[in-house]
């Protein structure tokens, strides 16, 4: 592990004098050995031993019988990696690093009595250690660390009471620690780390009064951390990082008073930080990182002058920083991100300008950044990103000489970069987006000739984009989107070769696109959208063969897409919008294979479209608004069609249905296909049956007064017998149309006083199903909006949301444990698509039982997306709180931040929902006090057969396990800490790995 003690000062004298501790007993036993051993010491004993050796040699392999090719003859003295003592008793076993390979079980140290140490590290050792290993009476060293030993710890290693050090670390032991390592006393040094140990940590520990390190660190230990090493009063380095630990950490830990470095990171530890900590003042190093801990800082921590690292990310620690923290000016190392800490940050933090790493990112620290980090000349990374720090940038950075990361992103931030950041010399990373920067971008960063990163998005800033920054050619990624600037794009940004991603959306950017951009044969993501770029899309634009992303849109270029594009044969997003495009694409895209989305609407198209998948699986959206396009898809013209109106009209129509000038929602546009429509295109104009022009329906195919008219009809004008469900904005009701099809109809409400919030839902929910098209998220026919009626066609679905039938005791015996691990795949594709594989992604903010809709087959269809929201670029994503409540993330309840985490919460209570047959209230409430508590590893309670839904058959074989599954599964995603929760994404891959490896 890159973290571990390796960093250690050699300013302590501690440390100094402990290394010579470990050696001293080795040189000592060379020197005693010769006064412990017989007088004569016998032939026989001499004869056995060189038996014993050259008997193990001959079961090595050849080549390590080669690296001991000096065994040989009948006298030790000359051997390789043999010390004897003045009688000629083999005392000392060294051979580290020799490539000796093969087992120990072969070597019988029962004919080496005198033995004093034996080290064998680094070599290919396997299988167990022998028994043997007890009948060495004298020894004070072992040390088998990196091989690949295995097996149980033996009991006979307890013999050895002379025993100082004993190194068995980065083998293959498994098994418990034996609790007899307590009646070693003798024991100085025990490192057990890199194993496969597990079990607690024997309490007996405590015992060994002289022991000044023991390292037990990444293993699989479970328990509470023994308040006996409280007894442990010589204690010098104690690492128990990387288990499985759980509980506080006990208050004890303070009579360790020796202790230099304590490591209890990763681990699932909860509970206060001891305010005894305060005692260990030769702490050096603090490392608590990756735990569950909650509550303050104690104030006591200001007592560890010492104090060196200080490591409390990724916790649940909350509260002021105390003030005491300002003593200890011997740290060079400060984190304390992902926690809930609020207030300020330490004023004096830097002030003996000893700081070397200062993060405290994603949390709640309000004020400025520390005055004293100006003159912190030995700086390497700075990461104080997601909070609320307010204040001028220019009062808080400094000349940085040795400064390799700075990332300030994500706060209230404002004033001018300071042109001194140039000198910055050794900057790789510069991240201060999501501020309020204003001013212009120092052209002395282009001085910054290691930086890799630069991301100065989100801003206000303002002037032109510096040529300077065309210096910076180590820069792989530029971010300089929704800002102010103005001016031409300087062609110098052609000449960073290994620029990776240049994002300048979101600007006033004029002038043409540069032709040298072109020459960035690394480039994977160009977006220049949003800005006042014209003229032509350059030809060399088609010599970026690495590119997957690009993005034009929303500017004025003008004349054909160049055919040059279709040797983009990785380009997988493309997005042409909202420009002054024309002529044909078929050339040009023809050969595009790679690409899976595409826009190129609002532009002056025309023609065929390419048959290529990108424009199979899309909708009119992708399309619209061009002079005369046609193609395969739903509402455009058959190219074979087009110019022959009024042929095959007994085929049938689509529904598809947009909104027309006549129309309230008259710039939103619907699309979908339906079953009782027609496939054939026709312009078909409304009218109404009084006379009147109001345009209900504006359509493409299909005559949309008749449907009209057929839905409210066929609902009695939605006479309350037809309605299936009522929403907060409306009710659903089931029309059986003249057709003889089915559809769901959504009708809002529409008084005064929802009459606002009901437009918006209506609004929000079309806005959202239109740009969407998935298996497993409910198909939207059409919608109509008159000064009667506002409404949407849905596809019908027979078996109704699933609320209805964990609730219909008549029906629940049909849904069988298959058809529910099948139902929560399919809400986990469905948010994977809309959190991950929609541009702008989506959340849905309401996902509950009642919102899931199933099919004949049971299949799930997530709807009701009145309540969705689009996470936009360069803008908020600040909302008020809309959802149901014992569906909702806990963090709603303090923040209006609303992200896809939000969702992943809800899907887990729906998914332990479908699986217990009702609501998992109780459940969860005992789950949140589990993570508040005690080990995350106890979130259930009660065995899985009490809690499955006792209505069916407690689930067998492969469906068991598939049930166990996704209960896990869903506790994973109720963790109250939304960065702890897993991704849609990585939810439904993890499903569909699972179902291909047991397909």
């Not at 412990?36 to 050259?54: F, I, K, W």
């Not at 509950?848 to 994503?877: M, Q, R, W």
């Not at 993570?931 to 899985?944: I, W």
Request: hydrophobic share 35%; aromatic share 6%.
């Amino acid at each position: 592990m890159a973290y571990k003690k390796k960093h250690l000062s050699m300013l302590f004298l501690a440390r100094v004098l402990l290394m010579l501790m470990q050696e001293m007993p080795c040189l000592a036993s060379s020197q005693s050995s010769s006064q412990v051993a017989p007088a004569g010491a016998s032939n026989q004993t001499r004869n056995e031993e060189v038996e014993a050796l050259l008997k193990w040699k001959s079961k090595l392999d050849n080549e390590s019988r080669s690296a001991l090719s000096s065994w040989k003859g009948s006298s030790p003295r000359s051997w390789r990696g043999i010390n004897c003592d003045s009688f000629g008793s083999v005392t000392r076993l060294e051979l580290p690093s020799s490539a000796i390979r093969g087992t120990i079980q072969r070597l019988n140290f029962s004919h080496l009595p005198n033995l004093v140490i034996l080290r064998l590290p680094d070599n290919q050792l396997f299988g167990n250690i022998p028994p043997s290993i007890g009948d060495l009476p004298k020894l004070l060293g072992i040390d088998f660390s990196q091989n690949k030993l295995s097996g149980n710890i033996p009991t006979q290693l307890g013999l050895l009471r002379s025993l100082k050090n004993l190194k068995l670390s980065h083998n293959n032991f498994a098994g418990p620690i034996p609790s007899f390592i307590g009646n070693m006393s003798s024991l100085e040094s025990i490192v057990l780390d890199n194993n496969q140990l597990s079990g607690p940590i024997p309490k007996e520990i405590g015992m060994l009064g002289s022991v000044y390190t023991i390292d037990l660190s990444e293993n699989h230990l479970i328990g509470s951390i023994p308040a006996t090493l409280g007894n442990l009063s010589t204690l010098v380095q104690l690492y128990l990082y990387e288990n499985q630990l759980s509980g506080p950490i006990p208050s004890e830990v303070g009579g360790m008073r020796t202790l230099v470095n304590f490591q209890l990171l990763s681990n699932d530890l909860t509970g206060h930080i001891p305010s005894s900590i305060g005692n260990l003042t030769n702490l050096y190093d603090l490392s608590l990182f990756n735990n569950s801990l909650s509550g303050p800082i104690p104030s006591s921590i200001g007592k560890l002058s010492n104090l060196s690292v200080l490591s409390l990310f990724e916790n649940e620690l909350t509260g002021f920083l105390p003030t005491e923290m300002n003593n200890l000016t011997s740290l060079t190392n400060l984190q304390l991100a992902y926690n809930d800490f609020v207030g300020q940050l330490p004023p004096e933090i830097c002030s003996s300008q000893a700081l070397v790493y200062f993060g405290a990112s994603d949390n709640h620290f309000t004020g400025s950044i520390p005055r004293s980090l100006k003159n912190c000349s030995s700086l390497y990374r700075v990461r104080l990103q997601k909070n609320s720090l307010k204040g001028d940038i220019t009062d808080t950075l400094g000349v940085y000489p040795s400064l390799n990361y700075l990332e300030l992103s994500n706060n209230e931030l404002y004033g001018e970069l300071p042109p001194t950041l140039g000198q910055c010399r050794n900057l790789t990373s510069l991240m201060i987006s999501n501020n309020k920067i204003s001013g212009a971008i120092p052209p002395h960063l282009g001085n910054m000739t290691q930086l890799q990163r630069l991301d100065l998005s989100s801003n206000y800033i303002v002037g032109e984009i510096p040529k300077d920054l065309g210096k910076l050619k180590l820069l792989q990624e530029l971010s300089l989107d929704c800002n102010l600037l103005a001016g031409h794009i300087p062609q110098e940004l052609g000449a960073l070769s290994n620029l990776q991603k240049l994002n300048i959306a979101g600007n006033n950017l004029r002038g043409s696109i540069p032709t040298q951009l072109g020459e960035g044969s690394n480039l994977l993501f160009l977006n220049l959208s949003r800005n006042n770029l014209e003229k032509s899309i350059p030809m060399e634009t088609g010599n970026l063969h690495s590119l997957q992303h690009l993005d034009l849109s929303q500017n004025l270029l003008t004349g054909e897409i160049p055919r040059q594009l279709e040797l983009l044969h990785r380009l997988e997003i493309l997005n042409l919008s909202h420009n002054q495009l024309s002529g044909s694409i078929m050339s040009t895209f023809q050969y595009m294979t790679s690409l899976t989305s595409i826009d190129i609407s609002f532009n002056e198209l025309e023609g065929p479209l390419p048959n290529i998948p990108a424009f199979h699986n899309t909708t009119i959206l992708v399309v619209r608004e061009n002079k005369g396009l046609c193609g395969v898809i739903a509402g455009l013209s058959s190219c074979t069609t087009a110019t022959s109106k009024g042929k095959n009209k007994n085929k049938k129509f689509l529904l598809v249905l947009i909104p027309t000038l006549g129309c309230l929602l008259s710039l939103l546009l619907v699309v979908g296909a339906s079953s009782i429509g027609c496939r054939r295109v026709r312009n078909t104009k409304a009218s109404s049956a009084d006379g009147s022009n109001e345009n209900l329906w504006a359509v493409w195919s299909f005559d949309g007064r008749m449907v009209y008219e057929s839905i409210i009809e066929a609902t009695e004008e939605f006479d309350a017998k037809y309605c299936i469900g009522v929403g907060g904005h409306g009710s659903v009701y089931k029309a059986h149309l003249q057709t003889g099809e089915i559809v769901a109809v959504k009708k809002f409400k529409e008084a005064v006083d929802v009459e606002m919030a009901g437009r918006k839902a209506f609004e929000r929910e079309i806005h959202t199903l239109t740009g969407t098209r998935h298996r497993n998220i409910v198909k939207l026919y059409g919608f109509c909006s008159s000064s009667q009626h506002s409404f949407l066609v849905y596809e019908f679905l027979e078996c109704g949301s699933l609320k209805d039938l964990l609730n219909n005791e008549e029906r629940i015996t049909t849904f069988d444990w298959n058809k529910r691990v099948n139902v929560v795949k399919g809400v986990a594709h469905a948010l994977s698509y809309m959190h991950h594989e929609c541009s702008p992604p989506m959340i849905h903010r309401d996902v509950s039982s009642k919102n899931i809709l199933l099919d004949e087959e049971y299949e799930a269809h997530v709807s009701d997306f009145g309540t969705a929201k689009v996470l936009k670029p360069c803008s908020s994503n600040w909302t008020s709180f809309a959802g149901t409540f014992g569906y909702a993330a806990p963090e709603l309840a303090y923040t209006m931040e609303v992200n896809e985490k939000c969702d992943v919460y809800s899907f887990g209570v729906m998914t332990l929902e479908v699986l217990m047959g009702s609501h998992p209230g109780n459940l969860i409430s005992s789950l949140a006090s589990s993570f508040s508590s005690s080990s995350s590893n106890s979130t259930a309670s009660a065995p899985l057969k009490e809690v499955l839904d006792q209505r069916i058959p407690y689930p067998e074989g492969n469906v068991l396990g598939e049930v166990a599954f996704m209960t896990k599964m869903a506790f994973s995603c109720l963790s109250p800490r939304p960065r702890h929760r897993p991704s849609m994404q990585q939810v439904s891959r993890t499903i569909s790995a699972r179902i291909a490896r047991l397909g």
